[in-house]
């Protein structure tokens, strides 16, 4: 098999499914549905530090990543607030991610960091607005007859 040619796909997979799951735990917290903040039913204070911050940097962002638009500046800034996340909530309880419960902290930062540095793959709005602007957006024209 050519990894060369499910390779998009597959980034593009990898960053929807990541970029959902984002978005789930900044609703869950602004908005008090799905659990909501930590499994408490409830929503997060408007403008809590650093709580509803970070939840309003996994909607708006993780939204952007999940549908590909500005996806490598997004992944950044959402990879750089799970390591904040991490080293100054989770790290202090001990150093291991299973020990002190950041394990999804460090995988949505290196998830992010990955996606950044690969990029957002073929099926993202980035992808399709590059393609329109250097005119790469295939259009049906009949194969000219040959004799």
């Known amino acids: 098999m050519k990894t060369d040619q499910i390779r998009g796909p597959v980034l593009s997979l990898f960053r929807v499914v990541t970029g959902l799951l ?3 735990h900044g609703v869950a917290t602004i908005f008090g ?3 909501g903040h ?3 039913g409830h929503a997060l204070a408007i403008g809590t530090w650093p709580s509803w911050w970070a939840a309003a940097i996994q909607l708006v962002f ?3 990543v999940l ?5 490598r500046v997004s992944a950044v800034l959402c990879s750089g607030s799970m390591a904040y996340a991490y ?4 790290a202090p309880r001990g150093l291991f991610p299973l020990l002190n419960g950041g394990e999804a902290a460090a995988m949505f930062c290196w998830s992010f ?3 950044a540095v690969f990029g957002p793959g073929a099926w993202a709005l980035d992808t399709l607005i590059h393609r329109m602007r250097h005119h ?3 259009t049906y024209a009949p194969a000219p007859a040959q004799a």
Do not use: N, P, W, Y
Not at 87 to 90: A, D, I, K, L, N
């Open 33 to 35: 549905v799905l659990g």
């Open 113 to 115: 960091f990955l996606i």
């Open 62 to 64: 993780g939204t952007l």
């Open 136 to 138: 790469e957006v295939e």
């Open 38 to 40: 930590r499994g408490t």
């Open 22 to 24: 984002f978005v789930c």
């Open 67 to 71: 549908v590909g638009l500005l996806t």
């Open 87 to 90: 080293f100054t909530v989770h």
